[in-house]
Structure formats: C-alpha cells, structure tokens
C-alpha cells in the first residue's frame, strides 16, 4: 500500500493516522519464500517531528508458515512487531536512526509493504520448531522421525577416530 505523505512532510507537526493493508501474500528472503496466512490491518501514524524529522510509529500482527527447524514440515508461525521509525529527511531522501538510507519512503510515497518487510527481517523467529520435542528428520534417508521409524544406523562414528578404526579394519581382515 502506497501512503501520500505530501501534506505531513510539508507541515511542521502535522500528524495522519493510515489504516493499511497489505497487500504482499508471502514475505520472500535468502531463506525462502514464506506464505503470509494472515494479516490484519494496522494503525500507522505519520508525524512531522520539525527539523527534518518523521516519526512512524504501528503494531504488526501476522502469521507467516515457517517451516521446522529440525522436520522441516509447515508451521503456522504469529509474528507481532511495532514500529517505532525516526526518519530524517535530507536532500530528497530519507535515512533512519543509523543514517542508512531506507528503500520505502521515495518522495512523497510512503510504501507500507515495504517498511513491514524491512522489519520482518529483523524481527525473524531464531528457530521454529513444529513441538518442543520434534524428533527432526534421518540423516540417512530422510524420513520424519515424528510420524514412523527407520532402520538406518543411528550412531554416526567420530572423525577424530577415523584413523583408528581404520587399523581395527584392517586387523579384521587379516586371515587366521
């Protein structure tokens, strides 16, 4: 959603409350491309704090499928986050707090999706996991643990022995 901001940026104090909507249905990064099943719409609020500075200022709530961080099934992950954005404009464009320059505020266009996606980033879940004791998947065959067994070797030897079980190899194969 793209938010006319025209009128705040040009009056020192001016203050507008936007409902938005989104209108992204998957958040897409480096890890993949999640599904956003959920979203309701949010209150942003635009201030013009003077001296070249814009406050916005909303609470985010959405549920994104995040798959499991051990058996990789769909997870219905709630992400819930503020923004809370200290913007300062110079030479037609705007820099946050860190003075980086920001991707979703162009001229007097104030694109929504974009900010949100920006703070999904840093509002990532660590690690989502399906249960607390999700049992991941075979590293042998790949089967989800949780739903059935498989009859590959659990133990997986210690690299560091690698040398030694090679000399018990080879004892074994010397004939009697």
Known sequence: MIIDISEVLQTEGKEITEEVTLAMTSFASRLGDFPIQADAPFLLTIANEGNRRLLLRGHVELEAEIACARCLEEVPTSIRFDIDKELVIRD?????????????????????????????LVNWPMKVLC?????????????????GTCSCQKTEPDPRMAAIQDIFQKFKELPV
């Open 131 to 147: 249960r607390e004791d999700c049992k991941g998947i075979c590293r042998v065959c790949g089967i989800n643990l949780n739903h």
């Open 92 to 120: 037609g464009s705007a820099f946050d707090e860190e003075m980086e320059q920001t991707d979703y505020l162009i001229g007097f266009e104030l694109d929504a999706d974009k900010l949100v996606c920006a703070e999904i």
